[in-house]
């Protein structure tokens, strides 16, 4: 280190010496002096910068201003600037380096000591640069570069010139120079010119770019006036729709969004908009066109158009990808072919004077044409990936909202989801391998040739073997993909039971099912994983093939050239064995792409097939412009079926006639065919024969509430501009304002998924609003005043039907015969005809039919004629919260006020919680100890260390032994060589062998155990959870999260440690060469873990958007196809079409950005390989001949070869591990889900017999659904006698349906207990509790399967005990007239039944288990009053001697109660027998009685 003592003493020194010691040239011409120059020039500079920076501590800094006055400003191309002054510091120091090395053996001399320093100065003076720049702009806000740096970057590239200029000045003259001299005057011009450009010509650009603008708040400098309040990511648009050729191809313009992951966690609106191109918008209405000009609509697409359609919509970028996809083939060969001839010269063999730098510049040129070429397609793959899913997912949307009623009953909802989220999903991955097929041939070919020019006729023998190779592949992928269809198929079903299950939650909790219902998925799972298994050890040996088939191949190849008699030299072995390792990707990726091509069509077919099925008829109504004709809808000789097919239509001979402003009442007994006449109407059902016309806008309420997640404004609102006044008309009408004011947000409130945080009679007066907001002509109700107690539902007739309707055409289905009297016509069904049509009292004294309904409606007021009915005229109880409960964050509005802008949080459906910052060690280390508790790892980890062994060692061997060159003798005869080579191989694929299996073992026990833990946790958690949790959430995890457990993520992590022994192994290999490079890799490796880490956040947090944003989507379609015929009757389907468009974008955008960024990364990666790889390189050549054993060094140019490949790999893998071990996170989650109260208390089980007497004591009773919720039961203290039928009544929310909860625990009391026959139930278990109470629900539910299987889930009856009970609840007939009796079908959410069929068949269960205490929860609500009449009938004869209660909201359904429990906010306002209760004419019940009785006779 003495020559480092003064640059003055250097300088005088070299002055001294140098300046007469070449007499013969002119010395302004030697090195020494350009050195010295130049050195003296970055001393300069240093000493410069340190003046500067001790005048600015002296001064002190004051630099708050120019940094507010700058902010809008920066200098061009300013990051660039920076990161090259850094590079430009790395790549002084690597030279520095190599001298030292370079020079260590021989004498310094001068010039070398000159030299060395000034690249040591030069690594300084470029480093502190780096520093000031960087502090100039990031802390004191400067805009401009300083005027002395660009004054010096004058000197700096006018030097640099004049020493390159010497340099060839020289090379003229025959002057042998140092190559690092040479290529340090070319880069320093190039860099010179640069510097030279962005200081003296480069413009002051705004500072406007995602990454450095300040999060706008409205008061922001810059023209905060026209400040939007749309986020960011919202209203940019990718840079990459603008993006110049540089920054394509380095991806630089994914950099800001990289940057700010770095600076905060990445939201969905950080993420910039997609291009038109790009965006869903464009590629399907290009795709919608292809297809209808090929086969003129949707519904006759075959599989091949679909994929012509697909293509001709990308095409052009499809065959860039295929023109990207032949340069890196080609380029990846350029290697191998050269390698004979690199060791040959090494070996001394030179053509021609500077070959070996034609060869390093050739390898250069070559390894930047395979890196950009490899990145560019691998981004354009993904970007045509995104496009084609995007599409399809549009195309598959818009034909679930126009199937045909029949074309839906043979697809549940789950598996036309799975169209979406699987199928879609799989052909937008197949880009990736769409060239695949042509390329195996091209690369064979190449290998081959490369082959015969080292090899000669061996070459055909590679060939056969290759060959072979493939074709062990094809019935190893033919296994594949069977296994993989059965796989799918058994998903698909599973998933199905899943999302029913999910569903009819509430239910299955209620009769302590869920254990059950659980069981029935774990065994659909086992299936699932017999599939499974065969799957992935078919996938196992598919693996071995892979790693087995280049050593299998050179095996057979050296041995044929020993047979043959062709000599082998270490030059030619080298070559074939680089070959060897290319092939090894088409030889492996065939299996793989016939896997995937197969599987893609597949789902081609699965989606081809759908879009084939039949849409509505779009011609069953004729429809007349709005106001050309007098009547509003008129149906004639009108035949109707569900079932096309079927011998009975649904609707006979129906015709009538309906007027503009007429009401028309539709009445009949359960199952005689009311709602498929409004169907009809609304061309639902599929027509037979006759016509109908309609003539104006219609609107429509279901049966069954159809409720959007989201707020209830926007459900009102249902997509139409905001009109307060005639929104606050419709709320009045719809008695909605007295919820809005209890509800914590009002009208802002965000309803969970089917609005399960409202009642059943809330969602059905939300739903009414929504038709009343629409202002159509026509209004169709199906029966909506069931689900509302007697006061809301004569309010809601009053003021809707007669006043906010009283211009408009209704038609309303109901069973409430007190609203007949003031319809113009009645249309009284039976058996799916019109029986009689009239008014009420011309039909009243004609026909049987009416007669019996007003009868038994008589015979139910027949008990209140005691009752004085003046009592109601003045009275109007104030209506009281709608549900305060079912978990819905209920709030009361004073306590809601101190939220404030933190309002959000109570909302019962939050935001999809996604994990934050990197993926916790916790989750990698419970992954990995979840099978045998990790014991597998090490053995794994062993296996392909040994494998990575044996590989080199096979290769160092054949490297060794043979010999360099033709005229050589060999170290060992040829026998020797090929026996140690083949016993090497075998051991390696023996390695293979063992890990695959570990891993493949490994992987499907840890998938299998965090399944069923996962859904051991979800069935065994609390009501509370599924209230607030949307069912999207919990399958996303069940279906799209599990299958990469199951199929992908054991492979990743295991790729991670895989790679980094490869990358061991190479650096090891490389460095045992020449170790020097060992110096060159530690800077590039620093480098590359910076920037992965620089990657990472934005990556994972980007990965987790894609997470997130993929639920909305689910979600919104599942709506959909729920609401398809709500939709359908407002003619809304186009508005949603548009959503799921922006939702698709919203999901594709993340994606988008992913891809650029992953392959941001790569390049920068694959830059500095390729750096590496050329030093080394350069090092080899510049190196004396012997000193090192010519057969070596290829070996090393072999392996360096891989080097980029792999070190992209490497990092590939582990940000993919990153990505993909979300799943995981997202998995454990769901296990930490805190569970209900144990099921079974051993120590504390009830005796059989219990409860024999049947006493329900309520004392004390406090109930809130959380605890940061009020009260919603404040204080109950009352007994139910055994035996005895009790009836609860009050205003809807009262807290009936929260007493009932409590009473099966759904909900924990907060104080206060219920006593049951002496036991207090929240000391036993919840199963002993529930399976002893009988519930007859509010909504009746049946589940897909059979009769039996819906009455009898356990399997405990036997068939006579369940025809009992069908014949009990007057539905035994019905199912006898079934083909398949008890084993009939039923399909999802018993759709084939009527509402009032499956709420007989909910009694059904009720009456098989003859339970002692037996609670009706507003069970007659979707019956006729004669059902209803016979239900009651049926209770009083079976049920006699069991405790009944029943929530009613008929008055009458509680009148033969022998007690009556009536609730008031929460508290008992009178408790008594309803005898006494209406002597006492002031009392509650009497009133609420009398109003009944009023509403029933009064006519409207």
Known sequence: MEFLASPKQVMSTFLSSNFFSYPSTNFLLKPVFLRGVSGSLHFMLLFVLFISWVCHKLKGSNTEGPKERSKNTKSLYHKQTLFLCFGLSLFNLVLCLLSCFFWYRNDWSEENVVTVLDLAIRTLAWGVISVHLHAQFSNFGQSKYPYLLRLWWGFYFFVSCYCLVIDIVLHKKHVSLPVQSLVLDVVSVISGLFFVFVGFFGKVEDQETLLEEPLLNGNSGVGSDVVSNKPKGEETLTPYSNAGIFSILSFSWIGPLIALGNKKTLDLEDVPQLDVGDSVVGIFSTLKSKIDSDCGDVSRVTTLKLVKALFLSVWKDFLLAGLLTLLYTIACYVGPYLIDTLVQYLNGRREFKNEGYMLVSTFCLAKIVECLSLRQLFFKTQQIGIRVRSALVALIYNKGLTLSCQSKQGHTSGEIINFMTVDAERVGECIWYMHDPWLVIVQVALALLILYKNLGLAAISTFVVTVLVMLVNIPLGKLQEKFQDKLMASKDVRMKAMSEILRNMRILKLQGWEMKFLSKITELRKIEEGSLRT??????????????????????????????????????????????????????????????????????????????????????????????????????????????????????????????????????????????????????????????????????????????????????????????????????????????????????????????????????????????????????????????????????????????????????????????????????????????????????????????????????????????????????????????????????????????????????????????????????????????????????????????????????????????????????????LILVYVALAIGSSFCVLLRAMLLVTAGYNTATLLFNKMHQCIFRAPMSFFDATPSGRILNRASTDQSSVDQTIFSQVAAVAFSLIQLIGIIAVMSQVAWQVFIVFIPVIATSIWYQQYYIPSARELSRLVGVCKAPVIQHFAETISGATTIRSFDHASRFQDTNLKLADGYSRPKFSIAGAMEWLCFRLDVLSVITFIISLVFLITLPEGVIDPGIAGLAVTYGLNLNMLQAWFVWNLCNMENKIISVERILQYTTIPSEPPLVIESNRPDHSWPSHGEVAIRDLQVRYAPHLPLVLRGLTCTFPGGMKTGIVGRTGSGKSTLIQTLFRIVDPATGQIVIDGIDISSIGLHDLRSRLSIIPQDPTMFEGTVRSNLDPLEEYTDEQIWEALDKCQLGDEVKKKEGKLDSAVTENGENWSMGQRQLVCLGRGLLKKSKVLVLDEATASVDTATDNLIQQTLRQHFSDCTVITIAHRITSVLDSDMVLLLSHGLIEEYDSPTRLLENKSSSFAQLVAEYTVRSNTDF
Not at 597 to 624: A, C, G, M, N, Y
Not at 649 to 666: C, E, Q, Y
Not at 766 to 794: C, E, K, N, W
Not at 842 to 859: Q, R, S
Request: proline share 3%; hydrophobic share 40%.
């Open 535 to 976: 799957y992935l050890y078919t996938w196992a040996m598919t693996v071995f093939v892979f790693w087995g088939a280049p050593t299998f191949v050179s095996v057979v190849t050296f041995g044929t050239c020993m047979l043959l008699g062709i000599p082998l030299d270490s030059g030619k072995i080298l070559s074939s064995l680089a070959t060897f390792r290319i092939l090894q990707q088409p030889i492996y990726s065939l299996p793989d792409t016939i896997g995937m091509v197969v599987q893609t069509k597949v789902s081609l077919d699965r989606i081809s097939s759908f879009l084939r099925l039949d849409d509505l008829q779009p011609d069953i109504i004729e429809k007349l412009p709005r106001g050309s004709s007098d009547i509003a809808i008129e149906i004639v000789n009108g035949n109707f079926s569900w079932d096309v097919s079927s011998q009975n239509p649904t609707l006979n001979d129906i015709s009538f006639k309906v007027s503009h402003g007429m009401r028309v009442a539709v009445c009949g007994t359960v199952g005689s065919g009311k709602s498929s006449l409004l169907s009809s109407i609304l061309g639902e059902i599929p027509k037979i024969s006759g016509t109908i016309k309609l003539c104006g806008t219609k609107a429509y309420v279901a049966q069954s509430p159809w409720i959007q997640s989201g707020k209830i404004e926007e459900n009102i609102l249902f997509g139409e501009e905001m009109d307060r006044e005639r929104y606050e008309r419709v709320l009045e009408a719809c008695s909605l304002k007295k919820d809005l004011e209890i509800l914590p947000f009002g009208d802002q409130t965000v309803i969970g998924e089917r609005g399960i945080n409202l009642s059943g009679g809330q969602k059905q007066r939300i739903q009414i609003a929504r038709a009343l907001y629409q202002d159509a002509d026509i209004y169709l109700f199906d029966d909506p005043f069931s689900a509302v107690d007697a006061h809301t539902g004569s309010h809601l007739f009053k003021e809707c039907l007669l006043g906010l309707l009283s211009s408009k055409t209704v038609i309303y289905v109901t069973h409430q015969v007190e609203f007949l009297p003031t319809a113009d016509l009645i249309l009284v069904m039976k058996d799916g005809r019109i029986t009689q049509a009239g008014k009420y009292d011309e039909i009243l004294n004609f026909g049987t039919d009416f007669m019996e309904l007003v009868g038994a409606h008589k015979e139910a007021l027949s008990t209140l004629n005691s009752v004085d009915s003046g009592s109601a005229e003045k009275t109007c109880i104030d209506e009281n919260n709608e549900k305060s409960a079912s978990t819905s964050g209920v709030l009361k509005k004073e306590e809601s006020k101190t939220e404030g802008a933190a309002g959000q949080k109570g909302q019962l459906v939050q935001e999809e919680e996604r994990e934050k910052g990197r993926v916790g060690f916790r989750v990698y280390w419970k992954y990995i100890t979840t099978a045998y508790g990790g014991a597998l790892v090490p053995l794994i980890v062993l296996a392909q260390i040994l494998f990575q062994v044996f590989q080199i060692g096979s290769n160092y061997w054949m490297a060794w032994a043979s010999p360099v060159s033709e005229g050589e003798a060999p170290a060992v005869s040829g026998t020797t």
